[in-house]
């Protein structure tokens, strides 16, 4: 059973618009709803991560927005460079002290120039 | 600042060989995991460890076992490799205070059985 479920599977933007990806999940004991970028041949890292005690957290381009009564959290892009194009995926962890994320299926995003 | 650190980086095995992945860390961390990405499918997490000396299971463990005899590496064995475990494996590490949840990935390990 999926936890964390993550589209569009892929994504093709023009650079300076908007890439969206949105998160759904099941579990309402998750409390930590990060995300993560990986370039190719890398491993991911973490980009930007929200608690539901927030409905948004913005860091330079990058904006999570979460709803905690529909379950869902979604990423914003802003100005999409073509420096963005990675693969993205949503993840969720419950807290207290330990730390096994679920992660999305991932989402590969393409900004054209 | 190494981080995270997989060896090797590329392998290709034949159906029924063995091998074992090694993953370092120098961040002290207490929680490590192991996942396999394929395309499609996201990151799957195989094993997972709580501190030295501990292993459990994740949600895709079949095929592989798992060792933690230092805090610092976490190894995952193939018995008897078959080609659907073709994949690109990543090791993680994570402190284990909610406050602080980040987890720090490894390069990752491309694996073929042919």
């Known amino acids: 059973q999926q936890q964390v479920k993550q589209s569009p599977q892929s994504l093709i933007v023009q650079k300076g618009g908007i890439s969206i990806i949105n998160c759904a999940y099941e579990?309402?004991?998750?409390?930590?709803f990060p995300w993560y970028q990986q370039f190719p041949g890398k491993g991911p890292a973490l980009l930007i991560a929200?608690?539901?005690?927030?409905s948004e957290k913005k860091e330079g381009r990058f904006t999570i927005s979460f709803n905690k009564s529909a379950k869902q959290f979604s990423l914003h892009i802003m100005d999409s460079q073509p420096g963005d194009s990675a693969t993205y995926f949503c993840a969720a962890s419950k807290g207290g002290g330990s730390y096994i994320p679920t992660f999305g299926r991932g989402t590969s995003l393409i900004v054209h120039p | 600042n190494a981080g995270v650190t997989q060896t090797p980086k590329f392998r290709v095995l034949k159906t029924g060989q063995s091998m074992t992945l090694l993953c370092a860390q120098d961040m002290n961390h207490e929680y490590m995991y192991w996942y396999r990405q394929d395309p499609g499918m996201g990151l799957r997490l195989i094993h997972y460890s709580v501190g030295e000396g501990t292993t459990a299971k994740g949600e895709v463990p079949d095929g592989y076992n798992v060792s933690r005899l230092k805090k610092q590496n976490f190894l995952l064995g193939l018995e008897s490799a078959a080609p659907s475990q073709t994949s690109v494996y990543f090791c993680a590490s994570s402190y284990t205070l909610g406050l602080n949840t980040e987890a720090f990935f490894g390069q990752g390990t491309r694996l073929t059985v042919v």
């Open positions: 929200i608690r539901p005690d927030v």
């Open positions: 579990n309402t004991a998750f409390d930590y």
